[in-house]
């Protein structure tokens, strides 16, 4: 007869191991776009094949196969109330950012310069931030002072904005993201990289341009 101890058995994982696992893996994913890695490449799970990834990274949806945006409300960077529904009949620029993320650093000067220039010239362009993983106002506050940045941007430190858009629908999934909404209030192109003023362009002219 075999004696010795009996087999060790394995606890179940927890729920909160889970949960904890998928935040750590959620955080990685941010963190590396942020650096910039992994750009030019086709993200998974994005608007089921509808879209289409043109030069520079940015992908767009033709207008009748586009999804609704989700609702994006909350408090802004100044304390605000801010509810992007109330922006239906204008194209809608969604802008990502964190102030401690190079690329935000990077193409904030082009969010500055166009955004003032679509507002200058009378156009139905709104702009709206999504200031994430920002613990302190201040900091992001800084940020916009410094840049220039003269439209609101809604406060969202633990990044719940970015969850409330559907899966499989050109949603943000990394700081920075750019999306771009057509006049109804519809996802109509979205990049993952930092943008330029040429590119940042390129995705709202054409929406601005539609009847």
């Given at each position: 007869m075999r004696t010795g101890r009996a087999p060790r058995r394995?606890?179940?994982t927890s729920?909160?191991?889970?949960?904890?696992?998928?935040?750590?893996?959620?955080?990685?994913?941010?963190?590396?776009?942020?650096d910039g890695t992994g750009s030019g490449s086709k993200p998974s799970g994005s608007a089921g094949g509808n879209y289409v990834m043109g030069p520079g990274g940015i992908s767009t949806v033709a207008k009748g196969a586009r999804d609704a945006a989700p609702k994006l409300d909350g408090e802004s960077v100044d304390g605000e109330a801010l509810d992007t529904?109330?922006?239906?009949g204008k194209v809608v620029v969604l802008n990502v950012w964190g102030s401690w993320c190079p690329p935000c650093r990077a193409e904030a000067p082009h969010f500055a310069k166009v955004s003032k220039e679509f507002a200058d010239a009378g156009k139905d362009v709104a702009f709206v931030g999504i200031n994430v993983r920002d613990?302190?106002?201040q900091s992001a506050a800084a940020f916009e002072e410094n840049f220039g940045i003269s439209y609101p941007s809604l406060y969202d430190p633990d990044g719940k904005l970015m969850l409330r858009f559907p899966?499989?629908?050109?949603n943000p999934?990394?700081?920075?993201?750019?999306?771009?909404?057509?006049?109804?209030?519809r996802i109509a192109a979205r990049t993952l990289i930092a943008v330029n003023e040429e590119?940042?362009?390129?995705?709202?002219?054409?929406?601005?341009?539609?009847?």
């Amino acid at each position: 007869m075999r004696t010795g101890r009996a087999p060790r058995r394995r606890r179940p994982t927890s729920g909160r191991a889970l949960l904890l696992t998928a935040v750590t893996l959620a955080g990685a994913l941010t963190l590396s776009a942020c650096d910039g890695t992994g750009s030019g490449s086709k993200p998974s799970g994005s608007a089921g094949g509808n879209y289409v990834m043109g030069p520079g990274g940015i992908s767009t949806v033709a207008k009748g196969a586009r999804d609704a945006a989700p609702k994006l409300d909350g408090e802004s960077v100044d304390g605000e109330a801010l509810d992007t529904t109330a922006l239906k009949g204008k194209v809608v620029v969604l802008n990502v950012w964190g102030s401690w993320c190079p690329p935000c650093r990077a193409e904030a000067p082009h969010f500055a310069k166009v955004s003032k220039e679509f507002a200058d010239a009378g156009k139905d362009v709104a702009f709206v931030g999504i200031n994430v993983r920002d613990y302190s106002k201040q900091s992001a506050a800084a940020f916009e002072e410094n840049f220039g940045i003269s439209y609101p941007s809604l406060y969202d430190p633990d990044g719940k904005l970015m969850l409330r858009f559907p899966a499989g629908t050109l949603n943000p999934q990394s700081i920075p993201s750019t999306i771009v909404l057509d006049k109804e209030g519809r996802i109509a192109a979205r990049t993952l990289i930092a943008v330029n003023e040429e590119q940042l362009r390129s995705m709202i002219d054409p929406l601005l341009a539609e009847k």
